[in-house]
């Protein structure tokens, strides 16, 4: 049987969602008090990684167990009870937010059509103490005509090679399309809706760094369209903080193909 959890956490208590030497990251955490309940290790698997600091109201994981597990587990081979008994043991920094049972095709990652991310940013002399670690304070000029004008010539389908972060290894393409760039302001709060077919490494931060830099007169708009379209690596790329950053959600296809039967993309 396969579970499907949506989970959000605050990421500023965790060291990123990907499992690593030293644990304290999500992947960590909601891995041991699943291996708890079953009784023997469990690998989850995650629709992608978050950094150290970024937050999450819709992060999709999954995670198999055998007709073996199944059947120590009794009641509790029931989707519905793993809701409770996740959360009675994860701190309160994750949750859990749903558990339901997922297609034999269906892979947190593999099985994704597209996500949301939202950027937060605070343009005022000061910062409210509960939006510490959650938005990015902006002090001095800041052009909002600017972050309309270039948030609008992200979207599309663009090779995004100069927004992405060296992570070691590159995927095939570096082409993404993204289906909207939204931003809406109330007072201080500034606030970038990003949705897109897939995103590279770091892509968003880099994206509303970029766009930051150029609002603040830091930087003319035609670099930034400019590094837009050379589709190569940019020298001295600007990048948003992490804790201003939420994966908001993640979309799925409505009938789940087997990811081991993809074709790869050309």
């Known amino acids: 049987m396969k579970l499907r959890l949506l989970i959000a956490y605050d990421g500023t208590a965790f060291r990123g969602w990907q499992s690593q030497r030293g644990g304290n990251t999500v992947q960590d955490t909601l891995e041991d008090v699943v291996s708890t309940i079953v009784g023997e290790r469990v690998i989850l698997h995650g629709s992608g990684r978050t950094d150290a600091g970024v937050h999450a109201l819709g992060q999709t994981v999954h995670f198999e167990l ?26 309160p920094e994750l949750r859990v937010m749903k558990v339901s049972r997922a297609a034999e095709g269906f892979h947190a990652r593999f099985s994704a059509s597209g996500k949301i991310y939202r950027y937060e940013l605070w343009h005022g ?12 304070h902006l002090y001095g000029s800041l052009d909002r005509a600017v972050i309309r004008q270039l948030a609008a010539a992200v979207e599309g389908t663009h090779d995004f090679r100069g927004f992405c972060a060296d992570s070691g290894s590159l995927p095939e393409s570096t082409v993404r399309t993204i289906r909207r760039l939204a931003v809406k302001e109330r007072g201080h709060s500034i606030s970038l809706t990003v949705e897109g077919d897939g995103f590279l490494y770091r892509m968003v931060r880099m994206i509303v760094g970029g ?35 939420y994966l908001v959600k993640v979309h799925y296809r409505k009938r789940e193909i087997p990811f081991s039967k993809r074709r790869k993309s050309p």
Do not use: C, Y
Not at 66 to 91: D, K, T
Not at 125 to 136: E, G
């Open 66 to 91: 055998s007709r073996e597990q199944l059947g120590r587990l009794g009641r509790m081979s029931e989707p519905e009870r793993w809701l409770a008994a996740l959360n009675a043991s994860l701190p």
């Open 211 to 245: 766009i930051v830099r150029v609002a603040q007169g830091k930087e003319d708009a035609d670099v930034f369209t400019r590094r837009l379209a050379a589709g190569k690596p940019w020298p001295n790329p600007a990048m948003a903080p992490a804790p201003g950053l």
């Open 125 to 136: 002399p000061v910062l409210p103490p509960h939006l510490h670690q959650k938005t990015w």
